[in-house]
């Protein structure tokens, strides 16, 4: 499985993002998988973000993310995206999504995508 992140860049705080990430592989199936994002901020451990299930009909959320940010996906496209609403400079870091056979997880995932870099600055 490969996951290819992208839509970081340098954001105003207040801001908004959507960061995509999609998926690949000879026999990935994409409604197999569960979908999250994780995020790594400089000098911090890598922390739970978001994650949904195959059809987003169950989705969790880290408080830091309640209210500001949405994961979604788009089953067709084998893609997964992370709007991101109300930027704080506290949410630079980079982002990685990760991939999980079946149930939803908040912990490690099975398949992790190279990150992208959110950088949230005046």
């Known amino acids: 499985v490969q996951l290819q992140a992208s839509g970081g860049g340098l954001v105003q705080p207040g801001s908004s993002l959507t960061l995509s990430c999609t998926a690949s592989g000879g026999d990935f199936t994409f409604t197999d998988y569960s979908m999250g994002w994780f995020r790594q901020a400089p000098g911090k451990e890598r922390e739970f973000v978001a994650a949904?299930?195959?059809?987003?009909?169950?989705?969790h959320y880290a408080d830091s993310a309640k209210g500001r940010f949405t994961i979604s996906r788009d089953n067709a496209k084998n893609t997964v995206y992370l709007q991101m609403n109300s930027l704080k400079p506290e949410d630079t870091a980079i982002y990685y999504c990760g991939a999980t056979v079946g149930v939803v997880v908040t912990t490690a995932p099975d398949y992790w995508g190279q990150g992208t870099l959110v950088t949230v600055s005046s």
């Open positions: 949904m299930n195959w059809n987003g009909g169950n989705t």
